[in-house]
């Protein structure tokens, strides 16, 4: 069974920058696509960004395209988000989740982080 672990959130002003980590339990990491997700209070779960197995592909929402960044260590077993510029409306619970599909869609990741909390003052 996967277990993935998010770290790394915290409270921040606008303009900040905070680095999310992913750590993945097992021995199929190299396997699947790993997406960050996250959700506001009051609104439904949205797709931030996602990558391949390998890490020579990602996507980005168009909301954080330019100021987010996603990679992975397939040694380490993580995928970490580097957010920049942070902005008020990047306040959401942040997670993690696996797929067998390199696409954006919720539904296509079966299992998920418990989420960290990330908070951006103006």
């Known amino acids: 069974q996967v277990q993935l672990v998010e770290s790394g959130g915290g409270l921040v002003q606008a303009g900040d920058s905070l680095r999310l980590s992913c750590a993945a339990s097992?021995?199929?990491?190299?396997?699947?696509?790993v997406g960050w997700f996250r959700q506001a209070p009051g609104k439904e779960r949205e797709f931030v960004s996602t990558?391949?197995?390998?890490?020579?592909?990602?996507r980005y929402a168009d909301s954080v395209k330019g100021r987010f960044t996603i990679s992975r260590d397939n040694l380490k077993n993580t995928v970490s988000l580097q957010m920049n510029s942070l902005k008020p409306e990047d306040t959401a619970v942040y997670y993690c989740?696996?797929?067998?599909?390199?696409?954006?869609?919720?539904?296509?990741?079966?299992?998920w982080g418990q989420g960290t909390q990330v908070t951006v003052s103006s």
């Open positions: 989740a696996r797929s067998y599909q390199f696409v954006s869609r919720v539904d296509a990741y079966d299992y």
């Open positions: 097992g021995r199929t990491f190299a396997t699947y696509v």
């Open positions: 990558i391949t197995r390998s890490g020579s592909s990602t």
